[in-house]
């Protein structure tokens, strides 16, 4: 198959050819149109897959094979320009499960761990509610990681095992506010990333062994005897596959995938090891594309193609620990031409992959440079299934489905906010972008630290994106009227509880707590 890289400014994108091409509290809300009008939804969820990590969006830097997703998007939409809320796991998770930016929960930096309570509170509208709602049967196969309520043998907060103590986890209670209780119908799961104990799968709201063993996938904790982490990746892929057959075309159906790989433990199994002949990250990110390419195999060969919406994105950029002098000595580029990585609050962190196929709707080979965020994928469900949303929920929601009818998104928000690792924020109008600490707010040099003591240090940074792609010419010195700008519309949006028209709404945490500058 040929490929022709077309560049778009300093998007780096690729075009199959034409012949190709061709080839390819919540109130119930009536709905006008038929159960089997509605799209099924296939939501697939990769877990630090960087832009440049599928090789279409990435032809000129990116050495990793990935012809299923580079077939997706040859049949659906690239979006350019698509960013997470944030550039590390949970708070991207629960954005996207919400609508509403995390940062107005207590979630200021960091991440859940696998024994967390439920971040997402009770009564809050989420893309399963909507869906149930909707005539949707809903699902989700893969891992949650936003906190789930466990029960304990005494009433306190849930903890591992150690070599020391036992957990006080009760293994055959019933967990509450995890998937079940969301919005799904069916989970079946892990309760956070795969480096998180228990390592232990998880059913509706039942833990479906206890744990007699402690294994180290990374972090030590309880495992059932026969949990490996090198099994997972194609198990999802399997039980996802088998759910997809089992629908059928009377009542629409909501997948929900999220993947554990390519993130830590970084474990491809032994039909993928060495095939990229770069370093086991490659080999575990193409064995990655092969699990998704089996789950859209899975809609097609159901039938579903036409009147199915696959996505396929990434909860964040990639993860250092992918070892990028390895992967760049074979001129892989896993941010594509962007600067900085996972944890990092530059475009690396945030911007991500989203590929949308949707044949009844969408074109095939086509393209859209539109800025969306993740939080947006709520509005856009809700707009796709004719679903009012109340006007207390997802407030920082705007719909991208005129985008995949190749048209303009209109909204009266101004901008998007994404955070690092540490909590440092950026906000995004138009080309322009604000961030509120002198380094990458992450895990890439220089960090905030090292920044603040450099002799030309600025309190903060301001791009350009349309001429500074890589985010190398600082112009928060040069320009602060648009600093100044920006900064009072990111204040205007936390204060107001929302960043899209309609009556003020409370965070869950008081607006001081709530810290713009780290």
Same mark, same amino acid.
């Given at each position: 198959?040929?490929?022709?890289?077309?560049?778009?400014?300093?998007?780096?994108?690729?075009?199959?050819?034409?012949?190709?091409?061709?080839?390819?509290?919540?109130?119930?809300?009536?709905?006008?149109?038929?159960?089997?009008?509605? #799209?099924?939804?296939?939501?697939?969820?990769?877990?630090?897959?960087?832009?440049?990590?599928?090789?279409?969006?990435?032809?000129?830097?990116?050495?990793? #094979?990935?012809?299923?997703?580079?077939?997706?998007?040859?049949?659906?939409?690239?979006?350019?320009?698509?960013?997470?809320?944030?550039?590390?796991?949970?708070?991207?998770?629960?954005?996207?499960?919400?609508?509403?930016?995390?940062?107005?929960?207590?979630?200021?930096?960091?991440?859940?761990?696998?024994?967390?309570?439920?971040?997402?509170?009770?009564?809050?509208?989420?893309?399963?509610?909507?869906?149930?709602?909707?005539?949707?049967?809903?699902?989700?196969?893969?891992?949650?990681?936003?906190?789930?309520?466990? #029960?304990?043998?005494?009433?306190?907060?849930?903890?591992?095992?150690?070599?020391?103590?036992?957990?006080?986890?009760?293994?055959?209670?019933?967990?509450?506010?995890?998937?079940?209780?969301?919005?799904?119908?069916?989970?079946?799961?892990?309760?956070?990333?795969?480096?998180?104990?228990?390592?232990?799968?998880?059913?509706?709201?039942?833990?479906?062994?206890?744990?007699?063993?402690?294994?180290?996938?990374?972090?030590?904790?309880?495992?059932?005897?026969?949990?490996?982490?090198?099994?997972?990746?194609?198990?999802?892929?399997?039980?996802?596959?088998?759910?997809?057959?089992?629908?059928?075309?009377?009542?629409?159906?909501?997948?929900?995938?999220?993947?554990?790989?390519?993130?830590?433990?970084?474990?491809?199994?032994?039909?993928?090891?060495?095939?990229?002949?770069?370093?086991?990250?490659?080999?575990?990110?193409?064995?990655?594309?092969?699990?998704?390419?089996?789950?859209?195999?899975?809609?097609?060969?159901?039938?579903?193609?036409?009147?199915?919406?696959?996505?396929?994105?990434?909860?964040?950029?990639?993860?250092?620990?992918?070892?990028?002098?390895?992967?760049?000595?074979?001129?892989?580029?896993?941010?594509?031409?962007?600067?900085?990585?996972?944890?990092?609050?530059?475009?690396?962190?945030?911007?991500?992959?989203?590929?949308?196929?949707? #044949?009844?709707?969408?074109?095939?080979?086509?393209?859209?440079?539109?800025?969306?965020?993740?939080?947006?994928?709520?509005?856009?469900?809700?707009?796709?299934?004719?679903?009012?949303?109340?006007?207390?929920?997802?407030?920082?929601?705007?719909?991208?489905?005129?985008?995949?009818?190749?048209?303009?998104?209109?909204?009266?928000?101004?901008?998007?906010?994404?955070?690092?690792?540490?909590?440092?924020?950026?906000?995004?109008?138009?080309?322009?972008?604000?961030?509120?600490?002198?380094?990458?707010?992450?895990?890439?040099?220089?960090?905030?630290?090292?920044?603040?003591?450099?002799?030309?240090?600025?309190?903060?940074?301001?791009?350009?994106?349309?001429?500074?792609?890589?985010?190398?010419?600082?112009?928060?010195?040069?320009?602060?009227?648009?600093?100044?700008?920006?900064?009072?519309?990111?204040?205007?949006?936390?204060?107001?509880?929302?960043?899209?028209?309609?009556?003020?709404?409370?965070?869950?945490?008081?607006?001081?707590?709530?810290?713009?500058?780290?």
């Amino acid at each position: 198959m040929q490929e022709q890289p077309v560049i778009l400014g300093s998007i780096f994108v690729m075009r199959i050819l034409p012949a190709i091409l061709a080839l390819s509290s919540i109130i119930p809300i009536s709905i006008n149109a038929t159960a089997t009008d509605k #799209p099924n939804i296939v939501f697939i969820f990769a877990d630090d897959m960087g832009y440049g990590d599928v090789q279409c969006l990435n032809p000129l830097r990116g050495k990793i #094979p990935t012809p299923h997703l580079d077939k997706l998007a040859s049949e659906g939409m690239i979006f350019t320009d698509a960013h997470t809320t944030s550039s590390v796991c949970t708070p991207t998770r629960y954005s996207l499960i919400t609508g509403r930016y995390h940062w107005r929960t207590k979630l200021q930096k960091g991440v859940t761990q696998g024994y967390s309570l439920a971040l997402i509170s009770p009564n809050t509208l989420t893309v399963g509610n909507v869906l149930q709602q909707s005539g949707y049967t809903t699902a989700m196969i893969g891992k949650w990681h936003i906190g789930m309520n466990l #029960p304990t043998v005494d009433g306190q907060a849930a903890h591992s095992s150690t070599a020391e103590k036992r957990s006080n986890v009760n293994w055959t209670g019933d967990i509450l506010e995890g998937p079940f209780d969301k919005g799904f119908d069916y989970f079946y799961g892990t309760s956070a990333s795969l480096d998180m104990p228990p390592y232990v799968y998880i059913e509706n709201r039942k833990f479906l062994d206890t744990p007699t063993e402690l294994k180290a996938f990374h972090r030590l904790g309880d495992a059932s005897a026969d949990f490996e982490d090198i099994d997972v990746l194609d198990h999802y892929g399997e039980k996802a596959s088998e759910y997809i057959k089992k629908q059928n075309s009377e009542k629409p159906f909501f997948l929900y995938v999220p993947l554990t790989s390519p993130h830590t433990p970084i474990v491809p199994t032994e039909e993928w090891q060495g095939k990229s002949g770069i370093n086991s990250y490659a080999d575990f990110q193409m064995q990655t594309d092969a699990v998704i390419g089996r789950i859209i195999q899975a809609v097609n060969d159901a039938e579903f193609r036409d009147n199915t919406i696959v996505i396929v994105s990434s909860d964040n950029g990639c993860s250092k620990m992918a070892n990028f002098d390895e992967l760049e000595a074979a001129g892989h580029y896993a941010s594509a031409q962007f600067r900085g990585s996972k944890s990092d609050i530059w475009e690396g962190g945030h911007r991500v992959p989203f590929i949308v196929r949707w #044949p009844a709707q969408v074109k095939a080979g086509s393209q859209c440079d539109q800025t969306i965020c993740l939080v947006d994928f709520l509005a856009s469900v809700a707009d796709i299934v004719e679903f009012t949303i109340p006007e207390t929920a997802a407030g920082d929601s705007v719909s991208f489905l005129p985008a995949l009818e190749g048209k303009e998104i209109l909204s009266e928000r101004k901008g998007i906010v994404s955070q690092s690792v540490s909590g440092s924020f950026a906000y995004r109008m138009g080309d322009w972008k604000l961030i509120l600490c002198a380094g990458s707010g992450g895990w890439s040099s220089p960090r905030n630290r090292e920044a603040n003591n450099l002799p030309n240090a600025t309190k903060g940074q301001l791009y350009n994106l349309a001429d500074d792609i890589r985010e190398e010419n600082n112009l928060y010195i040069e320009k602060p009227e648009i600093v100044e700008k920006l900064l009072k519309q990111l204040e205007s949006e936390v204060a107001n509880g929302r960043s899209t028209p309609g009556p003020r709404l409370e965070n869950s945490l008081p607006v001081a707590n709530i810290k713009l500058w780290k």
